[in-house]
């Protein structure tokens, strides 16, 4: 009944700027940890950003000081804006959430369906 929507991905040249968003909807109690993952070909996910409730954040190494994740709690929504982008960063992105869905039951991780992130030399 849960599910994440993303918006935003695209082509851009490198260098160029890319704002990632991902909306949660559906049977929602609460919401913790939400946070942006990706994947390459070939390679395996890793993390890119996470946020907590609270507004703690954690970055990889090599999207720090070009990436910013943030989030409208009142709207369920998490961002990504991505500056200063490289071809190395051409991955599926991923946004994930943690969800509670009702107060009898426990938090999980929820996925969005990924959207394609495509930098040019």
């Known amino acids: 009944q849960v599910q994440l929507v993303e918006s935003g991905g695209g082509l851009v040249q490198a260098g160029g700027s890319l704002r990632l968003s991902c909306a949660a909807s559906g049977s929602i109690f609460s919401i913790n940890a939400m946070a942006w993952y990706r994947q390459a070909p070939g390679k395996q996910r890793e993390l890119v950003a996470h946020m907590t409730t609270g507004g703690s954040t954690t970055y990889e190494d090599s999207v720090k000081g070009r990436f910013t994740i943030s989030r409208d709690n009142a709207k369920n929504t998490v961002n990504l804006q991505m500056n200063s982008l490289k071809p190395e960063d051409t991955a599926v992105y991923y946004c994930?959430?943690?969800?509670?869905?009702?107060?009898?039951?426990?938090?999980?991780?929820?996925w969005g369906q990924g959207t394609q992130v495509t930098v040019s030399a």
């Open positions: 994930a959430a943690e969800i509670q869905t009702s107060r009898y039951s426990s938090q999980k991780a929820y």
